[in-house]
């Protein structure tokens, strides 16, 4: 396993990384060094096309066929590519698994994998990717672009496709494009590190400015509570009633009054949680039968997401208690909780981490290390015995129709991504 813990970032934010780049190794001295150049009108070609095709979770398999395509266009081996069974496992009926590709070395060194997911979330659904100016938008103002993940995608297979048309030398590697992250990370959860050759060094692109390293996230919990009410008629009998809704105001009520929702800080420790949707009620003149939520705890230390937890449970079932009709009965409550991802966090001196930083300083940039308080497929990694730093390639104002991708970001990443995989 990696060498991964727990332990809480005391306020969520960076944790920054001073490293000087090398002197003569800057961005616009690139090509002078002994590093290859990036095919930057490439993979501006890829990311143009792979924008275009629809790809939310469960339907990444368009998507996933025309990687391949590039992939063999560019002399890829038919035998080289492989798709596991992960989509048979998820709650989101999918079409396709994760898409495998796996290289043999040119040269002597541990296994390297660079990866990203192919899936968008639905307001993408429609995207048609224009150049504007230094970015890259959406034509239609009522989609968003999907460069959540597309960019990290086309960056990984624009590496891929230089490496085999320009037969530059590398160590062994593995290109991982992965399924249903944007709907539970379920890509990463279900693939096996013997499917990817068992990578010692791993690089996830995905996110902001390239000059982010991830290399921790929280851990997220996820619940669903049902309560069952009684109902009665509320004008001529509501006493007779237990409202399902009253139990559950009254329980997100006592975790507001005494500070287990929202953001969670106690003992010094740190965490949120939120209960984020609520489904009860047929009619004003009923007493509501039953209620549903769903609600979630995060948090870096896994002790403490677990008081999270435990106080949610116990102020649903408190509150049950409370609510009673006339002659004494009360309602009930059930609760469902799941984890959805573990909280990690990797060395300062994990090689993947190492190598991270090194890459982008040699372009002239200066690297900081980041802990994220949302999940990413590196929380699976890491749990699969893969750890996995996350990188950065120039998506902004995710999940929205606003989202656009940033050129001169995104072309960094494709430096930093083919630096990495020529180790």
């Known amino acids: 396993m990696p060498r991964v813990s727990s332990r809480s970032s005391k306020s969520g934010a960076s944790s ?51 990687i391949v395509k590039w992939l063999r266009e560019a002399g890829c081996p038919a035998a080289a ?38 899936d968008t979330v639905p307001v993408c659904l429609g995207a048609r990717p224009v150049v504007k100016g230094k970015v890259i938008a959406s034509a239609d103002p009522k989609t968003g672009l999907g460069g959540d993940d597309r960019a990290g995608v086309s960056v990984v297979l624009a590496t891929a496709v230089q490496l085999l048309k320009s037969k530059l030398p590398h160590p062994p590697l593995t290109l991982l494009f992965a399924i249903q ?24 692109f995905d996110g902001g400015a390239v000059e982010k390293i991830t290399v921790g ?55 949120t949680s939120n209960v984020g949707v609520i489904h009860a009620g047929a009619a004003t003149n009923v007493v509501a039968e039953s209620a549903t939520l769903r609600a979630e705890a995060r ?4 002790a403490f997401r677990g008081r999270i937890v435990k106080a949610i449970e116990k102020a649903f079932a408190d509150a049950a208690k409370q609510v009673k009709s006339a002659d004494g009965r009360t309602g009930t409550v059930k609760v469902d909780g799941r984890l959805d991802y573990e909280a990690f966090r990797l060395a300062d001196d994990e090689p ?8 982008v300083a040699a372009i002239g940039l200066s690297p900081r290390l980041d802990i994220s308080n949302g999940g990413l497929d590196a929380n699976w990694m890491a749990a699969n ?24 970001a995104f072309e960094n990443a494709c430096r930093v991504a083919l630096r990495l995989a020529t180790g």
């Not at 992250?181 to 010692?200: M, N, Q, T």
């Not at 993947?352 to 890459?359: F, L, T, Y």
């Open 16 to 66: 920054k990384a001073s490293v000087r780049p090398a002197a003569g190794r800057s961005q616009r001295a690139e090509g002078t060094t002994s590093a290859p150049t990036a095919d930057l009108a490439t993979a501006r070609r890829i990311v143009l096309d792979l924008l275009g095709i629809p790809g939310v979770s469960g339907d990444e398999k368009a998507v996933a066929e025309r």
């Open 217 to 271: 996230a929280t851990g997220g919990y996820r619940m669903d509570i049902a309560i069952g009410g009684i109902p009665s008629h509320a004008g001529v009998a509501p006493e007779k009633g237990v409202s399902a809704i009253a139990i559950a105001s009254l329980a997100i009520a006592s975790r507001v009054k005494e500070g287990w929702h929202g953001l969670v800080e106690k003992d010094g420790k740190r965490g």
């Open 352 to 359: 993947c981490v190492v190598a991270a930083r090194e890459a």
């Open 385 to 408: 015995g893969v750890p996995t730093v996350t990188l950065g390639c120039g998506q902004t104002d995710i999940h929205t129709t606003d989202e656009t991708l940033e050129i001169a």
């Open 181 to 204: 992250e944007e709907v539970g990370l379920y890509g990463a959860r279900f693939v096996k590190a013997a499917d990817l050759g068992r990578p010692k060094l791993a690089f996830n």
């Open 81 to 118: 590519i492989s798709f596991d069974s992960a989509h048979t496992k998820t709650p989101v009926k999918g079409n396709v698994g994760n898409l495998i590709v796996q290289l043999p070395g040119t040269l002597p060194g541990p296994r390297r994998l660079l990866m990203a997911h192919m």
């Open 299 to 302: 948090g870096h230390d896994t």
